[in-house]
T-cell receptor, first 112, second 110 residues
Framework: DTAVSQTPKYLVTQMGNDKSIKCEQN?????MYWYKQDSKKFLKIMFS???????INETVPNRFSPKSPDKAHLNLHINSLELGDSAVYFC???????????FGPGTRLTVT | GEDVEQSLFLSVREGDSSVINCTYT??????LYWYKQEPGAGLQLLTY?????DMKQDQRLTVLLNKKDKHLSLRIADTQTGDSAIYFC??????????FGKGTTLSVSS
């Protein structure tokens, strides 16, 4: 079983649309993250979230919002998509006790 | 500086050792990580080291940590073509997510 899964793997959409990327982890970890990897492969944290606290990277536009229906899921909603949002988005899960952070396979978002 | 620094490229021949270097930012970082990303794939956790350790070895991988210089290295012994990938160094400060370097692209030629 995949520890951290994301859907869809590829997402192509037009500017101005609203889209969601789903993330599920079966590790039972209490903290989840969203990262963005740009075309130069630079990885930046967007959000970290556990059932008590959401920490937002101040550089993330408020068009992006994480939503967690339960402990195993952290979905990423993006409103009014822009060309610059094109990137690979990675979800990750971490157990605070072990400090091991596991990543999903990524979702490649292309905005046209 | 505020960035985790890595050299961008490394090219080695099959069978040689590879050494990928990283300079991190915060002496209070608790854990330091090495991740591998193959083309079109996600990030695979290779190994990590706690900040009170100097060295960690795991099969072909050796991690060295110089806390005084905030320098981390990953040595891959007997490098294989399957080791070709991007290697990311990352640090974890208390209460934060991982801060990644820009990645080192390792190219292994036969």
């Amino acid at each position: 079983d995949t520890a951290v899964s994301q859907t869809p793997k590829y997402l192509v959409t037009q500017m101005g649309n609203d889209k969601s990327i789903k993330c599920e982890q079966n590790l039972g970890h209490d903290t989840m993250y969203w990262y963005k990897q740009d075309s130069k492969k630079f990885l930046k944290i967007m959000f970290s979230y556990n059932n008590k606290e959401l920490i937002i990277n101040e550089t993330v536009p408020n068009r992006f919002s994480p939503k967690s229906p339960d402990k195993a899921h952290l979905n990423l909603h993006i409103n009014s998509l822009e060309l610059g949002d094109s990137a690979v988005y990675f979800c990750a899960a971490q157990d605070r006790a072990s400090y091991e952070q596991y990543f999903g396979p990524g979702t490649r978002l292309t905005v046209t | 500086g505020e960035d985790v620094e890595q050299s961008l490229f490394l090219s080695v021949r099959e069978g040689d050792s590879s050494v990928i270097n990283c300079t991190y930012t915060d002496s209070s970082s608790t854990y330091l990580y090495w991740y591998k990303q193959e083309p079109g794939a996600g990030l695979q956790l290779l190994t990590y080291i706690f900040s009170n350790m100097d060295m960690k070895q795991d099969q072909r991988l050796t991690v060295l940590l110089n806390k005084k210089d905030k320098h981390l290295s990953l040595r891959i012994a007997d490098t294989q073509t399957g080791d070709s990938a991007i290697y990311f160094c990352a640090e974890k400060q208390a209460g934060t997510a991982l801060i990644f370097g820009k990645g080192t692209t390792l190219s292994v030629s036969s």
